[in-house]
């Protein structure tokens, strides 16, 4: 099972709007709706920020948001704050995890 | 607090055996499943199997299969990823992580990484 293709680097100004994609197959990202999101800042763990494409567990910030049209999905982070500058996964789930090659997020 | 705690960083020599540790608390050990990831350094995360420590249930990703052992002791809610022989290209960032129940396609607590470096 390949790696799910992400985007090396985005970026954006404090107060935009930014879209990280995460495209997979139909095996994967396109049959399930098993699509989740990690936030990674330099030298520590993961954090999990959306579950289930669209889901946000408690205490993640309603700036993110996820969603996922064919063998794509997409995570939208709006109101761009400083603090969310890091690296970010997305993943699928079929019966084993797969992880994107990640994406960093420069704020500018 | 929900927990995962890993056990400190490790260098070793190829060919040697490790055993790095994982150890729950805040919540119910067995009814949880546990993850380990791998980060090799400057890349990306790679799964790499999970551990039902309610019966040992253990699965493996295709490409870390037979080169390591997953395992738990529910008795002191721990689990643990094992190698018999090191390899240098061995030398990652290990993640432990807890699968969550209402997300249940995702890890929901991550321990702090064991840090592995295996140079002669």
């Known amino acids: 099972q390949s790696a799910l293709t992400q985007p090396a680097s985005v970026s954006g100004s404090p107060g935009q709007s930014i879209t990280i994609s995460c495209t997979g197959t139909s095996s994967d990202v396109g049959g399930y709706n098993y699509v989740s999101w990690y936030q990674q800042h330099p030298g520590k763990a993961p954090k999990l920020m959306i579950y289930d494409v669209s889901n946000r567990p408690s205490g993640v910030s309603n700036r993110f948001s996820g969603s996922k049209s064919g063998n794509t999905a997409s995570l939208t982070i709006s109101g761009l704050q400083a603090e969310d500058e890091a690296d970010y996964y997305c993943s699928s789930y079929t019966s084993r995890w797969v992880f994107g090659g990640g994406t960093k997020l420069t704020v500018l | 607090e929900v927990q995962l705690v890993q056990s400190g960083a490790e260098v070793k020599k190829p060919g040697e055996s490790l055993k790095i540790s994982c150890k729950g608390s805040?919540?119910?050990?067995?009814?949880?499943?546990i993850g380990w990831v791998r980060q090799m350094p400057g890349k990306g995360l790679e799964w790499m199997g999970i551990i039902y420590p309610g019966d040992s249930d253990t699965r493996y990703s295709p490409s870390f299969q037979g080169q390591v052992t997953i395992s738990a002791d529910k008795s002191i809610s721990t689990a643990y990823l094992q190698w018999s022989s090191l390899k240098a290209s061995d030398t990652a960032m290990y993640y432990c992580a807890r699968r969550g129940i209402a997300a249940a396609d995702a890890f929901d607590i991550w321990g702090q990484g064991t840090m592995v470096t295996v140079s002669s």
């Open positions: 805040g919540y119910s050990f067995t009814s949880y499943w």
